[in-house]
C-alpha cells in the first residue's frame, strides 16, 4: 500500500511557475514508477508525466514539453513537477500517481496503481 500526499499548487499569473511536491509513504517508493495527471472541469483525467523507478528515463504529454520538468528524490521518497510558463489551458486539479509496472506503461496505456487526493492548480490570465 502506497499513500501519496500532493503540495505545492496554487493561484498564479499566467507565465509563472510552480512546483508541486507529493511525497509517499511506506519504504518502497524506489518500486514505483512515479507520475502526474490533471483534470480540468468538466474534462477527462489527463496524463502529464512519469518518471521510472531511477529517474532515467521521463514521459511527458505533448502541451507540456519544454514546459514542465519531472523528477524524483528516493532518498526522500518524494516526486516533483516543476511547471514554468504556465497558462491558463494548465488550470486543473494535479494528482500524483504510482505504477509497480513501468513509467512507459503509465504513459502508454495510464496504468495507476495508486492515486493522491489531488492539489489545485489556478492560472490566471
Known amino acids: 500500500q502506497v499513500q501519496l500526499v500532493e503540495s505545492g499548487g496554487g493561484l498564479v499569473q499566467a507565465g509563472g511557475s510552480l512546483r508541486l511536491s507529493c511525497a509517499a509513504s511506506?519504504?518502497?517508493?524506489?518500486?514505483?514508477?512515479m507520475g502526474w495527471f490533471r483534470q480540468a472541469p468538466g474534462k477527462e483525467r489527463e496524463f502529464v508525466a512519469v518518471?521510472?523507478?531511477?529517474?532515467?528515463?521521463?514521459y511527458y504529454r505533448d502541451s507540456v514539453k519544454g514546459r514542465a520538468t519531472i523528477s524524483r528524490d528516493n532518498a526522500k521518497n518524494t516526486v516533483y513537477l516543476q511547471m514554468n510558463n504556465l497558462t491558463p489551458e494548465d488550470t486543473a486539479v494535479y494528482y500524483c500517481?504510482?505504477?509497480?509496472?513501468?513509467?512507459?506503461?503509465?504513459?502508454?496505456?495510464?496504468?495507476?496503481?495508486?492515486w493522491g487526493q489531488g492539489t489545485q492548480v489556478t492560472v490566471s490570465s
Open positions: 500517481a504510482a505504477t509497480i509496472s513501468s513509467a512507459q506503461y503509465m504513459s502508454t496505456f495510464r496504468r495507476v496503481d495508486y
Open positions: 511506506g519504504r518502497t517508493f524506489s518500486s514505483y514508477a
Open positions: 518518471i521510472s523507478r531511477n529517474g532515467g528515463s521521463t
